[in-house]
């Protein structure tokens, strides 16, 4: 059983230039999620994306992030021209939506490892 | 003010200690509450959720919610050092409404 994986797991980039990190859900989950976790604090929601569509987005995706998920499957999440507050861990979570609402049924999110990205 | 918070510690322990950790939250719309277990450069590890208000019990652990209050408890019985982490909150507003609200979570060291 395979669970939620995230690459890299960590980057250190220079101010001013693009990273892209990948994340590959449990097989089967229709949901993915994007959050952000600085040190000492709790995870902040980016964006989520069921199947192919990116349903939401949180106002701290600026401009400069980008995330897709072209197939319903992987995600990516792109950070162009970055800058030192970018520095966190980026975490990806996945969820199974079901088609038919079940009884007693709760989107639970499973989370990845992690990227952990540093700006310098 | 954030929709979430939690007292960050950290908590320190002795070894067989009954632990409590709690939330406070400010949206009533939330109906579904969890708690996440961190280890150190590990991303969440979900515990336990609950719906609505009342108790549930898994093993050492017992989440409690009390909506009228806006007040939510993780207890853990007989701690051991291994449950030494970081246990976040977390919470939204409806079974598929998608993302999570997370408290900053507190740091939690049993030592035997």
């Known amino acids: 059983d395979t669970g939620v994986s995230q690459d890299p797991r960590h980057k250190i980039t220079k101010r001013g230039q693009n990273v892209t990190f990948r994340c590959d859900p449990i097989?089967?989950?229709?949901?993915l999620y994007w959050y952000r976790q600085t040190l000492g604090q709790g995870p902040e929601f980016l964006t989520y994306?069921?199947?192919?569509?990116?349903?939401?987005k949180s106002r701290l995706l600026s401009d400069r992030f980008s995330a897709e998920r072209p197939k319903g499957s992987f995600s990516t999440l792109e950070i162009q021209r970055t800058e030192q507050g970018d520095s966190a861990m980026y975490l990806c979570a996945s969820s199974l939506d079901p088609t038919l609402p079940l009884a007693g049924y709760t989107d639970t999110q499973y989370f990845g490892p992690g990227t952990r990205l540093t700006v310098l | 003010q954030k929709e979430v918070e939690q007292d960050p510690g950290p908590l320190s322990v002795p070894e067989g200690a009954i632990v409590s950790l709690n939330c406070t939250y400010s949206n009533s719309a939330f109906q579904y509450f969890m708690w996440y277990r961190q280890y150190s450069r590990k991303g969440p590890e979900l515990l336990m959720y609950?719906?609505?208000?009342g108790n549930k019990e898994d093993g050492r652990f017992t989440a409690q919610v009390d909506k009228s209050s806006k007040y939510i408890s993780l207890f853990i019985r007989d701690s051991q050092p291994s449950d030494s982490a970081t246990y976040l909150c977390a919470m939204n507003r409806g079974s598929t409404l998608g993302r999570l609200y997370f408290g900053r979570g507190t740091q939690l060291t049993v030592w035997p």
């Open positions: 994306f069921q199947n192919e569509a990116q349903l939401e």
């Open positions: 097989s089967e989950h229709n949901r």
């Open positions: 609950t719906y609505s208000s």
